[in-house]
């Protein structure tokens, strides 16, 4: 079996998605690249075979109608070799001496007691910049080693993880099963929370094997471009916070339970900052309907949700709250360098 299956969906990527399998191609046979060309109508497919051509023991490609990023990811659950999987995003980059050491830890890993994560350090790239800005778990996990949530420490509130810094057991999310929803943005949100409980045991990797590149004007996480999609956004955050009741959190481990929380809570942050930023009326509705899903599925996860620290800043009375909110969120993307 491959060690590790790296996921790389692309659509109309021909501008830049050699750049990022040239910098997995240094893991060899270890690895499994798979690239998933979601429908693309420029050269993306072309150069994909081209690749798999010349490295046919290790690079592959799937070609499938346009379904949007979730369903590239679906796409990799499904046809993935590797006992580890991983996405890459095909603008982004892995760091190749980060990606050889973490190859080498996965070799001695006990088959009788696999982590069911890894989780890797990341650093921000802007155009012809890299490692902008930095990305660590060191204040959370011990280094190169396995161990439970207990063992872990406590996830301070701004400290979350993103798909950049995980690596889950390739059969730990085909047993869920995690399927993730098609022609929606932002489902990596649920990528990242759904399979969480079903994790005993985690592998923290200390070196900046993702480069994630922020800065273009097309990305998803551009903030205009968010606003156009505000529906997708808050349906994924209703869709994240209600996969768990109060009762599933509280049975986990502490720190776990305590993550999920906080991270339950960023999201509604996040997603009411940008409902409060919308200019076209339909951003009072859509947080009304998202505090009442939330709600309807659960009123002790409400009433959790709503005291946290940081739930507590998305129901702020009146327009200076609203205001309030708005300005910490815009600092934040400031201070990591988001257009």
Not at 89 to 105: F, G, P, Q, T, Y
Not at 117 to 129: C, L
Not at 242 to 271: D, I, K
Request: one cysteine or more; glycine letters at 6%; proline letters at 5%.
């Amino acid at each position: 079996m491959k060690l590790l299956t790296l996921v790389v969906p692309c659509y109309n990527s021909q501008d830049y998605m050699e750049r990022c399998i040239q910098s997995l191609l240094p893991g060899g046979d270890d690895l499994d690249i798979l690239i998933v060309d979601d429908g693309s109508t420029d050269r993306t497919g072309q150069i994909a075979d081209r690749l798999a051509q010349q490295h046919p023991s290790f690079v592959r490609v799937v070609h499938q109608p346009n379904g949007g990023h979730g369903e590239g990811l679906n796409t990799g659950i499904r046809e993935a070799q590797g006992l580890y999987y991983k996405t890459v995003d095909s603008d982004d980059r892995l760091d190749s001496a980060a990606l050889v050491h973490l190859l080498e830890k996965i070799r001695t890993f006990d088959p009788d007691n696999l982590p069911d994560m890894i989780v890797n350090d990341y650093v921000y790239d802007q155009q012809n910049k890299e490692n902008v800005f930095s990305v660590r778990y060191n204040s959370v996990f011990r280094p190169y080693t396995v161990q439970t949530w207990d063992e872990a420490h406590h996830f301070p509130v701004w400290k979350q993880f993103m798909i950049h810094s995980i690596a889950y057991r390739t059969q730990l999310l085909r047993d869920m099963p995690l399927v993730l929803p098609k022609h929606t943005f932002y489902e990596d949100n649920l990528y990242i929370y759904q399979p969480l409980p079903c994790v005993k045991r985690v592998y923290y990797f200390p070196e900046p094997l993702y480069g994630y590149f922020i800065g273009r004007p097309d990305q998803s996480i551009h903030e205009d471009i968010i606003l156009r999609r505000l529906d997708q956004c808050t349906t994924i955050a209703e869709k994240m916070i209600c996969s768990y009741t109060m009762e599933e959190l509280n049975a986990l481990p502490r720190h776990l339970r305590n993550y999920m929380l906080n991270n339950a809570a960023g999201q509604l942050f996040t997603t009411s900052a940008l409902q409060f930023i919308d200019e076209k009326g339909r951003g009072h509705a859509f947080h009304e309907h998202m505090w009442k899903t939330i709600y309807d599925f659960d009123p002790e996860l409400y009433k959790k949700l709503r005291h946290n620290l940081i739930g507590m800043t998305t129901v702020l009375p009146g327009k200076l709250g609203k205001k309030i909110l708005v300005f910490f969120y815009r600092t934040g993307r400031k201070m990591i360098s988001f257009s």
